[in-house]
């Protein structure tokens, strides 16, 4: 079983920036063997997906984060990041990663593991 836990979230003024990472477990070299993906939800809101990784590198970004958020992996660590700059309100979230062996794109259907969550809040 895979297992997945975020890290680096936190309290932020608007403007300043975060790094979030997400460790993988429980399968070895699993960063480079699956799809992973950032996923947020805003209280009231729709989970939405903020990112994903393909296994050959390339990436696909929501367009509200594009040009801010950069996702990123080091396989060697089995770890998965999202480097957030630029932050605004509309950012404060709970964020997520999510990893499956299929591709999903930013769809939340498909992704079979989950971590719990590391709580970005951005303040004005």
């Known amino acids: 079983q895979v297992q997945l836990v975020e890290s680096g979230g936190g309290s932020v003024q608007a403007g300043g920036s975060l790094r979030l990472s997400c460790a993988a477990s429980g399968y070895a070299h699993g960063t480079y063997c699956m799809y992973m993906v950032w996923f947020r939800q805003a209280p009231g809101m729709e989970r939405e997906g903020v990112a994903v990784?393909?296994?050959?590198?390339?990436?696909t970004y929501a367009e509200s984060v594009t040009g801010r958020f950069t996702i990123s992996k080091d396989n060697a660590k089995n770890t998965l990041y999202l480097q957030m700059n630029s932050l605004k309100s509309d950012d404060t979230a709970m964020y997520y990663c999510?990893?499956?062996?299929?591709?999903?794109?930013?769809?939340?259907?498909?992704?079979?593991?989950w971590g719990q969550g590391t709580q970005v809040t951005v303040s004005p």
């Open positions: 999510a990893a499956s062996f299929s591709f999903w794109g930013l769809r939340v259907d498909g992704y079979e593991y």
């Open positions: 990784l393909k296994r050959d590198g390339s990436t």
